[in-house]
């Protein structure tokens, strides 16, 4: 369960501030280096390369702006963590975190980041964040295939498809996808009936 106090939270909140402020620091400096240092007069020649390439190896090794969100999230399958109150999945790469309401920080750079975890520790890499949406009721001819445990990519739509219990390895295979009103329905593939809990788009945050 999660007991972290109000304390812990402003703590929380002004490291991911103050982790944002280093990283436009950084770049600003990089910046403000590179347009004055390769005009300056130096006495050797080597010297005015050497300063040029010590900026250049700063500014391309800081990482790019990331936002950051703090989250509290729980593990519900294999490198599947769950935003709690929110119907956002995180699907991670390697992570072995077994966690239930724990704080973290969601930094991301586009569709991809980093998953921190503030209370137990450590970072694991973040292959993709899942959002949910309803599309229209039907039935829809789809290939899909497997991304993760229980997650289907729809080929082509850069839609997903979220399924309880589906034992399908399915690689670039015709399916049958049949939704209800709800946004849930069924998953028809290689003979196989699967249920599916909705229907997800990646995220870029």
Same mark, same amino acid.
């Given at each position: @369960?999660?007991?972290?106090?109000?304390?812990?939270?402003?703590?929380?909140?002004?490291?991911?501030?103050?982790?944002?402020?280093?990283?436009?620091?950084?770049?600003?400096?990089?910046?403000?280096?590179?347009?004055?240092?390769?005009?300056?007069?130096?006495?050797?020649?080597?010297?005015? @390369?050497?300063?040029?390439?010590?900026?250049?190896? $700063?500014?391309?090794?800081?990482?790019?702006?990331?936002?950051?969100? =703090?989250?509290?999230?729980?593990?519900? +399958?294999?490198?599947?963590?769950?935003? $709690?109150?929110?119907?956002?999945?995180?699907?991670?790469? &390697?992570?072995?975190?077994?966690?239930?309401?724990?704080?973290?920080?969601?930094?991301?750079? &586009?569709?991809?980041?980093?998953?921190?975890?503030?209370?137990? +520790?450590?970072?694991?890499?973040?292959?993709?964040?899942? =959002?949910?949406?309803?599309?229209?009721?039907?039935?829809?001819?789809?290939?899909?295939?497997?991304?993760?445990?229980?997650?289907?990519?729809?080929? =082509?739509?850069?839609?997903?498809?979220?399924?309880?219990?589906?034992?399908?390895?399915?690689?670039?295979?015709?399916?049958?996808?049949?939704?209800?009103?709800?946004?849930?329905?069924?998953?028809?593939?290689?003979?196989?009936?699967?249920?599916?809990?909705?229907?997800?788009?990646? @995220?870029?945050?």
């Amino acid at each position: @369960m999660n007991n972290r106090s109000a304390f812990d939270y402003a703590r929380d909140i002004m490291l991911a501030r103050s982790h944002r402020l280093t990283r436009i620091a950084v770049v600003l400096l990089c910046l403000a280096g590179l347009r004055v240092q390769p005009g300056r007069v130096l006495e050797r020649k080597e010297n005015t @390369m050497r300063v040029f390439v010590s900026f250049l190896a $700063v500014c391309f090794t800081t990482p790019a702006f990331a936002d950051s969100y =703090g989250v509290n999230i729980t593990r519900v +399958g294999a490198d599947i963590y769950k935003i $709690v109150s929110e119907d956002i999945f995180i699907h991670t790469t &390697g992570c072995y975190k077994y966690v239930t309401d724990e704080g973290a920080f969601l930094e991301m750079r &586009g569709f991809t980041g980093e998953l921190d975890f503030t209370d137990s +520790g450590g970072t694991c890499e973040v292959r993709a964040v899942y =959002g949910r949406r309803v599309p229209e009721v039907g039935n829809y001819p789809v290939t899909i295939s497997q991304s993760g445990y229980d997650w289907y990519e729809i080929r =082509g739509q850069s839609m997903y498809i979220k399924t309880h219990s589906c034992s399908s390895r399915a690689l670039g295979k015709a399916a049958v996808l049949s939704l209800s009103s709800g946004g849930d329905g069924t998953l028809l593939v290689e003979g196989d009936e699967c249920t599916v809990e909705g229907v997800y788009s990646r @995220m870029q945050m």
